[in-house]
């Protein structure tokens, strides 16, 4: 009897187990036509073994883990607030908030993040920052099945960059 294929339920094991495959098509790999508007500019990072990527337009800076101070009743994912340049900012441990150890001081990094219609920002903290990849529209693709976990609700879809598959946000 053949072993029974379970479909991934969070986001970290669907990335970890689609197959590039699904990504190779003429649109994804080929350069786009001249008439064709270029795609939009991505921070990658990764977080545990996931590489992540959000619109450039979103992050406004990128940091080492500043001093946090810890506010009490709030969410273990929820690291505390800290000081940028006077702007007070919730920091957000994302690998708490997916249910890893938390980010190290030592080593992770910052994204500070705006949506252009709010007024606030935020501090991602993440494992590492990777680079600035452009991601055509056409190359991001919807997840293979529906995913469960804390990131489900925020993935734009899933994206082949640099032979690497990208969870887009």
């Known amino acids: 009897m053949p072993d029974r294929v379970t479909a991934p339920r969070t986001l970290a094991e669907a990335v970890a187990s689609l197959d590039a495959r699904a990504f190779e098509s003429p649109r994804v790999l080929d350069a786009p036509a001249p008439s064709h508007r270029p795609g939009a500019r991505f921070v990658r990072f990764t977080v545990g073994s996931t590489a992540y990527a959000v619109d450039e337009a979103f992050v406004t800076e990128l940091d080492r883990v500043p001093r946090v101070t810890i506010v009490p009743q709030t969410p273990e994912w929820l ?15 994302l690998r708490v ?26 501090g991602l903290l993440v494992d590492a920052v990777d680079s600035i990849v452009t991601i055509d ?6 997840p ?16 082949l960059v640099d032979d690497r598959l990208v969870a887009v946000l």
């Open 79 to 93: 690291r505390g607030v800290t000081n940028l340049r006077g702007d007070i900012l919730s920091v957000v441990d």
């Open 97 to 122: 908030y997916l249910g890893l150890d938390p980010t190290p001081a030592s080593t992770g990094r910052m994204l500070v993040l705006r949506l252009p219609s709010e007024d606030f920002a935020l």
């Open 137 to 142: 529209e056409t190359g991001i693709h919807p």
């Open 144 to 159: 293979a099945s529906t995913l469960e976990g804390a990131l489900a609700p925020f993935l734009r879809g899933m994206a």
